[in-house]
Structure formats: C-alpha cells, structure tokens
T-cell receptor
C-alpha cells in the first residue's frame, strides 16, 4: 500500500529563516512525488513535482529514494509562503511520469511570522 | 474562468437524503478525479475517469456513492441516503494524459457537504 507521512502538522518560522517541510513515503514501485499548496481561501494547486526538477517560488524538493523522502525546502521564508502544504504520491510508469490517483499526506500548516 | 468548476459550493442536507454534485473539468482534459477531504486530513482518492470510462474506484466509495461522466466532459457524484459521516469537502480535479502518462492534476474549489 502507498502512504505519505508529513510528521509536522504545524510549522512556524520567522521571515528570512530557512524552512523545511518534511515528507516521507512508502511505495512498492517507482513513485512520482508532488508538493501541493493551498493558500487561504484558494484552491489546491501544484507547487512542484520531482520529475520537473524546478524551483518554484524559491522552493525546491529532492527525491531521496534511499530515505524515501521528498522534503520541501526554501532558504529564506517569506510571509506570503504561509499556507497549507501537502505532499502527494502517484504511481509512475517505467518512464517516471505519474498516472492515476494521488495519495496525499495530512498536510503541514506553515506560518511565517514578520 | 477556464479552471475546474464545481457546483454547488456548499450543500446542507438532512440524513437520509440524496445529494448530487457536479464537476466541470478544464475543457481539453480527458481525466477527471474525485477526492474527499475531511477536517485535518489530506484529500483521499475516491474515483477517476478517463474520458467516459470509470477506471478505478476506492474502497472508500461505498454502494451509496456513484459517479458518472456520460459524455467524457462534466461528471456527477451522487450520494444516496446520506449519513453524518459523509460530511466532508468533495474535490474534483482534472488532468490530461499523453499516452499512458498523466499531466498535472488541477483542482476545483470543492463542494462542502454538511449532513445534519
């Protein structure tokens, strides 16, 4: 069975401080990992996916298959980063691109204080 | 607005009543997903369609739940004989396949169901 664990429900940092949101997963096959974000009163939206290897809004995430982790990092947090963050896992085909359902973690509420 | 839309945004019903939700995906997207989200939890997968075919259903989807996508465009999710445990946010998402792969899933605003 596939599972995504986000150990921190709440994370508070001050503006300009580094931030790391943790995500661990279990999956028997080859996974594709995503980070979704939900700002206040907005819909869930994709922040980044590991296959694209992009940095979005200063956030990066590296898939570590040995540790089965996909932690989200940003070196200098901004107040506008305050939101709910979900890590999600999807099955990947041999080419490493997801199809089908996503399994989400419980989410981490990030608060960035001024 | 060319994003995923859901209707209604809020629904309050009495236990035992039937409810139906609608989702309109992004027009060129051939995949459509339904998720349920309860307070303090991440979204949980319910079912998904590729065009009009329902390809997978979660064990969470009891016999009281049925979903359709008759023409491969909009989808409906019906819950019969609602129970208080059905109270949740119901999310719809759409995506586009390329061969056997799926593009990013784009989410709608959700329908919040309250069963009294």
């Amino acid at each position: 069975a596939q599972r995504v664990t986000q150990p921190e429900k709440l994370l508070s940092v001050f503006k300009g401080a580094p931030v790391e949101l943790k995500c661990n997963y279990s999956y028997s096959g080859s996974p594709e990992l995503f980070w979704y974000v939900q700002y206040s009163r907005q819909r869930l939206q994709l922040l980044l996916r590991h296959i694209s290897r992009e940095s979005i809004k200063g956030f990066t995430a590296d898939l570590n298959k040995g540790e089965t982790s996909f932690h989200l990092k940003k070196p200098f947090a901004q107040e506008e980063d305050s939101a709910m963050y979900y890590c999600a896992l999807g099955p990947a085909n041999a080419g490493g691109t997801s199809y089908g359902k996503l399994t989400f973690g419980q989410g981490t509420i990030l608060t960035v204080h001024p | 607005d060319t994003g995923v839309s859901q209707d209604p945004r809020h629904k309050i019903t009495k236990r035992g009543q039937n409810v139906t939700f609608r989702c309109d995906p992004i027009s060129e997207h051939n995949r459509l997903y339904w998720y349920r989200q309860t307070l303090g939890q991440g979204p949980e997968f319910l079912t998904y369609f590729q065009n009009e075919a329902q390809l997978e259903k979660s064990r969470l989807l009891s016999d009281r739940f049925s979903a359709e996508r008759p023409k491969g465009s909009f989808s409906t999710l019906e819950i019969q004989r609602t129970e208080q445990g059905d109270s949740a946010m119901y999310l719809c998402a759409s995506g586009r396949t390329s061969g056997s792969t799926t593009d990013t899933q784009y989410f709608g605003p959700g329908t919040r169901l309250t069963v009294l």
